[in-house]
């Protein structure tokens, strides 16, 4: 069993910075990538940030680039989201997710999802 498990949402002022983290732990054979996607109230869930641990790269959305970073920890297992200059429309549930495979002798991809932590950025 995988789990993802995220931390670091809260309530900042317009132009403060947060720094998001998530964690998988459990028994797989390889992680391909994990990244992070956000929802806000009424609207539809939207990737933001994705880091491919198996190439190295990272891709961002167009909304936060050169305001956000995504970097992973050590082994692979940890991503963080370096939030700044945030601001009141980056209000929304972030979710963590990990896309890896399976253990042998399958190898299966799956993508697995962590409970999502809320960011808000109100004055």
């Known amino acids: 069993q995988v789990q993802v498990v995220e931390s670091g949402g809260g309530l900042v002022q317009p132009g403060g910075s947060l720094r998001l983290s998530c964690a998988a732990s459990?028994?797989?054979?390889?992680?391909?990538?994990m990244g992070w996607y956000r929802q806000a109230p009424g609207k539809q869930r939207e990737p933001v940030a994705t880091?491919?641990?198996?190439?190295?790269?990272?891709n961002y959305a167009d909304a936060v680039k050169d305001r956000f970073t995504i970097v992973t920890g050590n082994a692979n297992t940890t991503v963080y989201l370096q939030m700044n200059g945030l601001k009141p429309e980056d209000s929304a549930v972030y979710y963590c997710?990990?896309?890896?495979?399976?253990?042998?002798?399958?190898?299966?991809?799956?993508?697995?999802w962590g409970q999502g932590t809320q960011v808000t950025v109100s004055s």
């Open positions: 997710y990990v896309d890896l495979l399976s253990n042998g002798p399958d190898y299966t991809p799956h993508t697995y």
């Open positions: 459990g028994s797989f054979f390889q992680i391909r990538g």
């Open positions: 880091h491919f641990t198996i190439y190295g790269t990272s």
